[in-house]
């Protein structure tokens, strides 16, 4: 089983920037991020798998996945930063199947999550 160390959250004003940071005890075939706002369920953000990087559209030309793999680490930078992306960020591992990487149901190693707000 693969241990996920988040890190890198923390309180930023609306545009602003952060960095989010993966570690992993392991290698896994794909790696991703999901984020759960208070009374919403957890949803997919980003992930990368052989070089290639999926978003959620509502991210899509603000955030950056990428991966080094020599560190088992995996990272997402946050620019332009709104309200709405604030949330716990969780960090994930593991080997679903394409059409399924954007389920959290298809993920079994998870971090603890950290914690994103964004202020108006």
């Known amino acids: 089983q693969v241990q996920l160390v988040e890190s890198g959250g923390g309180l930023v004003q609306a545009g602003g920037s952060l960095r989010l940071s993966c570690a992993a005890s392991?290698?896994?075939?794909?790696m991703a991020w999901f984020r759960q706002a208070p009374g919403e369920e957890r949803q997919f953000v980003a992930a990368?798998?052989?070089?290639?990087?999926y978003y959620t559209d509502s991210v899509k030309g603000r955030f950056t996945i990428s991966r080094d793999n020599a560190k088992n680490t995996m990272y997402l930078q946050m620019n332009s930063l709104k309200p709405e992306d604030t949330a716990v960020y969780y960090c994930?591992?593991?080997?679903?199947?394409?059409?399924?990487?954007?389920?959290?149901?298809?993920?079994?190693?998870w971090g603890q999550g950290t914690q994103v707000t964004v202020s108006s």
């Open positions: 392991g290698r896994s075939p794909t």
């Open positions: 994930t591992a593991g080997s679903p199947i394409l059409s399924n990487l954007r389920s959290d149901s298809a993920y079994y190693n």
């Open positions: 990368v798998r052989s070089g290639y990087t």
